[in-house]
């Protein structure tokens, strides 16, 4: 069974930067869809970066060229870098594991229903 852990989540100021990790229980990155999402007080959960082991990393509009995706396949980790936070970065950040065996993770990538494997969440406040 796959079990995904956020960790990192914190208070920034606005314009500060902040990294996330995500611990994966195995070697999963060579099958599996990873992406974030994050879903802030009272929304949906909104896609925002995406990575799998074929192609290049996806992101939404709403953080491109300010977050950063990536694995660290040694270690069975995930991340996402967030420089130049902003005050509508604020939210519970999620890891998500779409089974590439089992789905076309990269069609309607943005899509919550077919990640089958979820972390807890790490909280992320961004102050103006």
């Known amino acids: 069974q796959v079990q995904l852990v956020e960790s990192g989540g914190d208070s920034r100021q606005a314009g500060e930067s902040l990294r996330l990790s995500c611990a994966v229980s195995?070697?999963?990155?060579?099958?599996?869809?990873m992406t974030w999402f994050r879903q802030a007080h009272g929304d949906e959960r909104e896609a925002i970066a995406t990575?799998?082991?074929?192609?290049?990393?996806m992101y939404a509009g709403s953080v491109k060229d300010r977050f950063t995706i990536s694995q660290d396949n040694p270690k069975n980790t995930l991340y996402l870098l967030m420089n130049n936070l902003k005050p509508e970065d604020t939210a519970m950040y999620y890891c998500?594991?779409?089974?590439?065996?089992?789905?076309?993770?990269?069609?309607?990538?943005?899509?919550?229903?077919?990640?089958?494997?979820w972390g807890q969440g790490t909280q992320v406040t961004v102050s103006s």
């Open positions: 998500a594991a779409c089974d590439a065996r089992r789905y076309w993770c990269d069609v309607g990538w943005e899509g919550e229903s077919k990640y089958g494997y």
């Open positions: 195995q070697s999963t990155f060579s099958g599996y869809r």
């Open positions: 990575i799998d082991a074929i192609g290049p990393p």
